[in-house]
């Protein structure tokens, strides 16, 4: 069972109250399990199609946001980025002293540990900050609250990563937002981990999780992804790559905004435009948006 968060003080959210006057991080201590390799799947991500994000950065300051019992996925996150950035800068940041202090060892030039919350603690503007498995625990009515105090704190050209995953990395769901608004839905998945890809449904994040429901935009998506993947069931025979591709093709040719193309597709990953998934009100301005 998920280990719930209380409500975020509202007025941290809205700006009134000042986290760093109050003494306090903005958050609140939950469950913070984890396992080594767990992001590898959005991680590839940030150091495939998001990279340029990285490499053209003034300041190369990455923070993992609420990484969890043990740093392993920041020590991790540290090592990927750095084949692209050797100068890259990652903070781990924690709620909880105790698991700062427990990864403070692991520290090393260009990788650095401390007490926060989503405040975002740190000197500059993050270029890339990542959140995983940490609005899951939050209440839904939180969220636009929370990306927003985050999105207010990175860089021009910055990126945040709110995800959600299962405890091994096999299904993996993430929203990429900039300073302005949410820009995406990525799906990834390992092939065999399931029968229909609807059933990353119960790995999506915070915001679309329990919009899985006839109606809404992101139930209509799912719903569309296992229709193309059994009209793709011809493609099994060249393998479930083969397969997932194709099931990517149809859903491009029905009108679905799907990025990028075979060479991620192949992967087991799938990126859709926000605005095709977004619920009522967290669409860009509050729009309300209905997929094909």
Known sequence: MVQKAERVNA????????????????????????????????????????????????????????????????????????????????????????????????????????????????????????AFNVLRQYEEADVQGIWRLVQDRLSPGGLFVDGTCDEIGRRVTWVALDRDRPLSLSISVRFRSFELPSEVAERLPKALIHRNIPGEPVHAFMQAMDRAWLESAPLASFGNRQRWVGMCRSLRAAGWPVQDGPARWRLGELTVDWEAVAPPGLGPAGADHQGP
């Not at 990652?90 to 007490?115: H, K, N, S, W």
């Open 11 to 130: 007025q941290q959210l809205s700006g009134r109250t000042s986290p760093a006057r109050q003494g306090r991080p903005v958050g609140n201590v939950t469950r913070g399990t984890t396992n080594p390799n767990r992001m590898r799947r959005v991680d590839r991500w940030l150091t495939g199609p998001q990279a340029w994000r990285l490499r053209s950065a003034a300041d190369p300051l990455v923070v993992d946001l609420g990484y969890g019992a043990t740093p392993a996925t920041a020590v991790e996150l540290y090592e990927r980025l750095a084949a692209i950035r050797p100068d890259v800068r990652v903070c781990g940041i924690e709620i909880d002293p105790a698991r700062v202090r427990a990864a403070l060892p692991l520290q090393r030039p260009g990788l650095t540990f401390q007490v926060g919350g989503f405040e975002l603690p740190v000197p500059g503007r993050p270029v890339l900050v990542r």
